[in-house]
């Protein structure tokens, strides 16, 4: 077996066959639907930007709740140590 044909694990003819059978059907289906190149790409793009901004917005929430639950907590807990302080 040559190194090529152990890289693309079949003898080239038949991959390049397997892959212009693969590319008529995935074309065939990207026209049923009126999809282009550029829009999967572009999909697949905002599909990274929308789960990066979703991350720092949860990161934004939970900052918040931290920071609501601080402005409780903190005044709460000083009052509670200078009321032992004097004991």
């Given amino acids: 077996?040559?190194?090529?044909?152990?890289?693309?694990?079949?003898?080239?003819?038949?991959?390049?066959?397997?892959?212009?059978?693969?590319?008529?059907?995935?074309?065939?289906?990207?026209?049923?639907?009126g999809w282009s190149p550029m829009d999967v790409l572009y999909g697949i793009r905002n599909f990274f930007v929308d789960l990066w901004n979703l991350g720092f917005r949860a990161i934004e929430r939970f900052l918040g709740y931290i920071l609501l639950g601080a402005a409780i907590v903190i005044p709460v807990f000083i009052l509670l140590r200078i009321a032992n302080y004097r004991k």
Avoid at 4 to 26: A, E, M, Q
């Fill in 1 to 33: 077996m040559s190194a090529l044909t152990r890289f693309l694990g079949d003898t080239p003819l038949r991959v390049l066959l397997k892959l212009l059978v693969v590319s008529f059907i995935v074309g065939l289906v990207m026209n049923a639907f």
